[in-house]
């Protein structure tokens, strides 16, 4: 099994994604003793991100899923599992993957950003803020989540990776906007432009909070840059036709 295994971790390496769902399955097969329960979780993950790298997202979930059952611990089988269902649109069960995750590594910056997103998509704000002003403070303080690495020394395939200030300000700033706190959602999503400026979600939110703060040029430069990066946005028109009025 382990030269299976091995051919299944360089395979998908390569980007080989048939060729190392082929090794890993044969693999897999044979490991079988309950001392090598640690060895099959780490190549269920393996096929699972080579399933979810070919677009097949139940395969990898139905991989992720066995892992765990392995594994029942292993944060990067959850954190991998979690994303899957926020992707499929299954917040609630993305959630409390992540949250098992966060609870064993609190400060994991990943996890808490992920987190945070999906509390925001979830119109959790209070949460949102909460992880995420977490993630922040970490981010801050340069406090990185240890990297997860196999018992052979390798990287684990782990889909969540280290989430940029730039993404957890502008979420940060999202959730205080719809918690009508404005100074605060000023406050972030300014710096969150400062680190990237191209960013549109950051810029309509800017306009809103110009906006609602009755500050009607900042809001109307905000969405004249936005314009820049999507022409044919028709809200961005009627935007300009709110504010000027």
Known sequence: PYIH???????????????????????????????????????????????????????AVFNWLKGLSSDPDNSVLQSNLAIAYIERQDLERGIGELEKVVAKNPSDISALSNLGAAYLKAKKQEKAVDVLARALEKKKANIS????????????????????????????????????????????????????????????????????LSQYDQAVQMVEQALRLKKEDPYLYAFLGQAYT
Do not use: C, T, W
Not at 35 to 56: H, I, M, P, R, T
């Open 145 to 212: 989540a240890e990297r997860a690495v196999d018992s052979g020394g390798k990287k684990m395939a782990k889909l969540a990776e280290e989430i940029p200030e730039s993404a957890i300000r502008a979420n940060l700033g999202a959730a205080y906007l719809d918690l009508k706190r404005l100074p605060d959602a000023l406050q972030e999503l300014q710096k969150a432009k400062e680190l990237d400026p191209q960013n549109y979600s950051v810029l309509v939110n800017l306009s809103q909070v110009h906006l609602q």
């Open 5 to 59: 295994h091995e051919l299944g971790f360089h395979y998908y390496e390569a980007g080989r994604y048939a060729l190392a769902i082929r090794e890993l399955g044969s693999a897999i097969a044979h490991l079988i003793l309950p001392s090598q329960k640690k060895q099959k979780a780490d190549a269920l993950n393996f096929l699972g991100v080579a399933y979810y790298e070919q677009g097949n997202i139940d395969q």
